[in-house]
């Protein structure tokens, strides 16, 4: 159910049987208070989407999400996201560096959408 049909059944719920004046201005200031809450919850919705959209360390400059800088690690080096949205993941392969690609269609750590990612 979208947020707008989930309001207009409130809506629907707060006049139904109001007859009286004192009726009308109770559902009136209750349908302020629907709206006003209807109101927050699409933009703090919008906010996040936005706070999504503009990235994070990890997915806009390739922060590493793992990075085994002791050498402690034998078998993982390095996670990262790469410009085109794929996870990079470097194994130690017997001295042998071989990085694994993975697609990825959300940021992991912020939920940015990375499908269609080709500009970097
Ligand atoms: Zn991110």
């Known amino acids: ?8 059944r409130w809506n629907q719920k707060i006049f139904k049987g109001v007859k009286t004046l004192s009726e009308i201005e109770k559902a009136i200031k209750d349908f302020t208070k629907a709206l006003n809450a209807f109101n927050t919850v699409c933009v703090k919705a919008l906010q996040k989407k936005q706070e999504r959209e503009k990235g994070c360390g990890y997915c806009k400059t390739n922060k590493s999400l793992y990075f085994d ?6 078998n993982l080096k390095e996670v990262y996201i790469e ?4 996870l990079s993941v470097t194994p130690y392969l017997c001295d042998v560096t071989e990085t694994i690609q993975i697609k ?3 940021c992991p750590m912020c939920g940015r959408d990375l499908r269609g990612e080709n500009d970097g």
């Open 1 to 8: 159910m979208t947020s707008y049909r989930y309001f207009n």
């Open 69 to 74: 800088k002791q050498g402690n690690n034998p």
């Open 83 to 86: 410009g085109d949205g794929n």
């Open 104 to 106: 990825l269609n959300f």
